[in-house]
């Protein structure tokens, strides 16, 4: 104990007048109300575990003019995930989903290595690896795959009148197909080099994939901020027949979010079919839904829609990120991998519900006068 | 039976009731009144249990309670029927009235739910009510005023000693109230205690043996219906004496004004204006400044046209001129850039979108008109948020509250408050003043009048009639979802009346 002890404050003078002006929230206070907050303790705290089993973590180095080191590995890891994450939590502050996320991370990167072919070439008695189409045309095609996808999606759903599970389930399924239709069931590599930039390259010393992440956030945020978007989505997310009733095109504006998420799987193939210079239409983006909903709803999004964080779902999937290096770095058997995932996922929603934070409260100060 | 003294309830800062006592006595039925944001609420649930008092005593039958739930509150024998219907709409009649507490049959352990025993102890308690509804029809499939009386009719079918009432006749039309007036003398002589809680003065001295009213969350006291003339109970729930405006004495240029409007050309104009099974073709105009009061019964047709002409419900015959140029909506935007506005008549549903803040939802229609682009700033949000605040007397602690947290009238005050901030040229009311106390109706009301003067057209459905007469320049009757006829301002009730009822020829 020191003499500093704040717990037990000196009595107030008492010539203070009888109504006090309420006491100024202390910015302890205020940060721990921040609904940011949880996640970011999360995330502080898997670090901090992953930090004591790998003192390597917080070592950055600069060589050949690019930044390595563990920290950067796990950020541009967790970028197509943040990407995908990011356009789905529009779709769920609409109360909708789209778990098509995966397929469409499978097709994007199919198209992708269709139109640059598998080429070979002597050209002044060196091998290159030439594209078919111009690297520009390229990406188009294959984030325009993405969105023409997601707007399917977003038909199926304010236009048809279907369930978002169930119409993103047919395109789950559907274009899972698709993307082994393209791929012939086959792993297609790539290997025209100047694609290679998105999923390994470097700018200004920094990894490509988190800048593009880093891009689409600040994208977002910009449109979210300056636009009355946010708005409508939230308030289609809370009630879509009252936003109509004023005035607000729901319809049109769902359509456009489900088409966005889309191209956000799309962006997402494509960095990893360049990371892995492989477009797999088997397996590449496999389940990557299921982390993508985890992630926006660790980030403090309500899957029933109404409320939503964008910074909260980037702190999601780097959450899942580092606790899958952390997994890898303490050497858990892979054959027990999935289950300790599963089990620091329950631990960490459970610490996120404010109705099990009450009942822990409840036990800890139990017998004692409030 | 059941008595509640020095009740107080606080939520943060803010004292939502302070001192406040209730004696509800076996064999009466007590009328609960009180403006919006009294206390009538709070109290209620403080009765049954939603939410604790932090001081004042519950006794049941000299025994000293503390209800911990609404379920625990239903156990002691006290039920309740909320304002809002709060049943499934996806489940039988039946099996709403018996939620929660199926009969069952069987082994232990492996209990079906006995469907016949339900249904049959379902009819048999529907016909102690006299309400003639199929058990087995689904809840949302049948109009609100039924839902309402399957709730009355579920919070009947526990053993209850109390039964609290809060505002159950506000969607149910004349004959509707009358029989559940009917059913509640029963109960009532049956030696229940009833606590009813109204905004309709004339359905207080109707039925009720004794009066509680309550202001500011206070206490102010307690008559029997001789004692109290409804003069001096307004005057007890508002704390001053508001002159009800009377159609004698609104405007004395009316026949002036008349003529001036049949002069000009029609605002908006419907000829032959329906859609198949909604509405059978009428023709109406609207000139600017005129007010048209629209009058029916539930079902009449009243609510179709409005949602036809906003474009809520697409209409396929006959044609919609807006300053004489035919338009055709097919969503309420297009309507909403012509100037057109929509306060409906289901504010939880159709109107307020709860856990966004009171400026956002004043700010949304304004928002949706102007597209995503240009955003409207937050420091003037607020400020347009603060304007309607202020004008209409809305009561929030601040703009950035939930709109959920605000009392219905205050609810209803804050749709206003959007549509107005659009400044349309068409305000289309559906059943404004539902749910809405006394003085708070005057205001909007008198801020109707007010727009009309300043030049809105507006079109006023009501199924409250001396309300439409007070307020229209004319009057249309709706009846079996045609127009019945039109009135003149200055029409009697019992034309209106005829009107409604004449049989379809």
Known sequence: ?370 | MLNATGIDKRYGAVTVLEGVQLHLRAGEVHALMGQNGAGKSTLIKILTGVVAPNAGTLALDGQAIAPESPLASQHLGISTVYQEVNLCPNLTVAENIFAGRYPRRGWPGLKAIDGPRMLRETRALLARLHLAIDPTRTLGSLPVAVQQLVAIARALSVDAKVLILDEPTSSLDDSEVESLFTVLRGLRDSGLAILFVTHFLDQVYAIADRITVLRNGRFVGEWTPAQLPAPALVAAMVGRDIALASAETVDAEAPAKQVALEGSAPRLSLRDFGAQRRLHPLSLDLHDGEVVGVAGLLGSGRTELARLMFGLDAADSGTLLVKGQPVRFTHPAQAVRLGLAFCPEERKADGIVGELSVRENIVLALQARAGLWPCIRPAKQRELAQRYIELLGIRAADSDMPIALLSGGNQQKALLARWLATSPRVLILDEPTRGVDVAAKQELMNEVMRLAREGMSVLFISSEIDEVLRISDRIVVMRDRRKAGELPRGASEAQVMDMICEPAA
């Open chain 1, 1 to 370: 104990m020191t003499t500093h002890d704040m717990s037990t404050p000196a009595p107030l003078p008492a010539k203070q007048t009888p109504p006090p002006p309420p006491p100024p929230d202390s910015i302890w206070l205020r940060a721990a109300r921040h609904p940011l907050i949880w996640p970011l303790a999360t995330l502080a705290l898997i670090l901090a575990v992953n930090a004591s089993l790998n003192p390597g973590l917080w070592h950055l180095q600069w060589r050949d003019g690019h930044l390595y080191g563990s920290l950067i590995d796990i950020v541009n890891r967790a970028a197509p995930l943040a990407v995908v994450a990011l356009g789905l939590t529009l779709v769920i502050a609409t109360r909708g989903i789209d778990i098509s996320v995966g397929a469409v991370v499978a097709i994007s990167g199919a198209v992708a290595a269709l139109m640059m072919g598998n080429a070979v070439a002597v050209i002044n008695g060196a091998l290159v690896h030439p594209s078919r189409f111009p690297l520009a045309l390229v990406v188009l095609a294959a984030l325009a795959a993405g969105g023409l996808c997601g707007a399917w999606n977003g038909l199926l759903v304010a236009r048809a009148g279907l369930q978002p599970i169930i119409a993103t389930l047919i395109m789950m399924l559907a274009g899972r197909g698709a993307a082994q239709l393209l791929t012939g069931g086959q792993i297609l590599s790539i290997s025209y080099p100047p694609y290679f930039v998105f999923g390994s390259g470097f700018f200004l010393g920094l990894p490509v994939a988190a800048l593009i992440a880093l891009a689409v956030w600040g994208g977002m945020t910009l449109m979210l901020e300056r636009s009355a978007l946010g708005l409508f989505i939230r308030a289609i997310g809370i009630n879509p027949r009252a936003a109509r009733v004023a005035g607000v095109r729901a319809r049109t504006i769902t359509i456009c979010v489900y088409a966005f998420c889309g191209l956000c799987a799309g962006i997402a193939g494509v960095i990893v079919s360049s990371n892995v210079k492989s477009a797999d239409g088997n397996n590449a983006g496999l389940l990557m839904e299921l982390d993508a909903i985890l992630a926006v709803t660790i980030g403090g999004t309500l899957l029933t829609g109404g409320r939503f964080s964008l910074a909260g779902t980037v702190i999601g999937a780097l959450i899942i990120q580092t606790l899958t290096s952390t997994i890898y770095a303490i050497g858990v058997p892979p054959e027990i991998n999935l289950v300790v995932k599963a089990v620091v996922v329950f631990a960490v929603m459970l610490l996120q519900s404010a109705e099990f934070r009450r009942q822990l409260r409840a036990i800890a100060f139990r017998g004692e006068p409030r």
